[in-house]
C-alpha cells in the first residue's frame, strides 16, 4: 500500500511520461494485462489511457488491471489516464520511494 508522500512522489516522477497502453471498446483483455505484467516490470512506472469510446469506466478498468498484474498498484487516476506502480522484480529499481 502506496502512502501519500508515496503517490506524490510517484505522480511527480510521471509528469514527464506518456501512457504506454490504451485501452479501447473492448475493455480491459487478458492479452493487455499480460502485456502490462511485461511493461511494468521493466519501466515500473507505467501510464494507461482509457479511449473515450470504451465501454469501461475507469475506475472498473484500474480495478481490472490490478486484478489481473500481480502485485500491481493504482497510484491515482485523472481524466482518462490512469497511473500504474510496481516495483521491477527482475531489474535494479528505478524509484526509490519516501517513507
Sequence with gaps: ??????????????????PVMHVGKGGVT?????????MVDSLELVKVKINPNSFEDEDTAARALCAAVPDLQHVW?????????????????RYSLPS
Design 30 to 38: 487478458p492479452a493487455q494485462a499480460a502485456e502490462l505484467d511485461v
Design 1 to 18: 500500500m502506496l502512502t501519500s508522500r508515496q503517490r506524490q512522489y510517484l505522480k511527480a516522477q510521471a509528469h514527464k511520461l506518456k
Design 77 to 93: 487516476t485523472i481524466g482518462h489516464t490512469m497511473l500504474f506502480f510496481r516495483p521491477s522484480r527482475t531489474h535494479e529499481p
